[in-house]
């Protein structure tokens, strides 16, 4: 990970295990309730993704929205996320969870927190979004928010070890 990032847990973040409610159907799980996020990060819509094995999506950064990733399975994830907020008290921090199937979890990601995630399963796996605003905004009219670190070779954001 390099000397730029200090591993600690990072402001705003929130990981969360997703509890499953099994009977003889099948099983069910909140992903989200507004009772429980602030105000600032409830969700404007949602999406769902299949991501196959040895697959990374990121590592990448938004300017003005915050996600907030599902993993339920049916693979893991290898998720990271940094810091690089100057103003936050945990700048230049890094967090790595393992999430998916065997550790269901929620992972609350404010802007400006670069995050990338690889699926370390060996089936595709399901990943379910809900951020707080329109993939470019109303009726699909502006810019992309993203910072795509994930198209500069030099990066120093590496989910690898």
Sequence with gaps: MGSEFTR??????AIRPLKKFVDERGWLAELFRHDELEAEFHPAMAYISITEPGVTR????????ADLF???GPSNFKIRLWDNRESS????HVVTAFV???NPASVLVPL???HAYRNVGSVGGAVINCPNRLFMGEARREPIDEIRHEDDPETIYRIED
């Design 70 to 72: 599902c993993f339920i």
């Design 112 to 114: 400006g927190v670069v």
């Design 8 to 13: 600690g847990s990072i402001d705003g973040v």
């Design 58 to 65: 990121g590592p990448h950064e938004h300017v003005d929205q």
């Design 100 to 102: 998916g199937a065997d």
């Design 89 to 92: 008290p945990t700048y230049r």
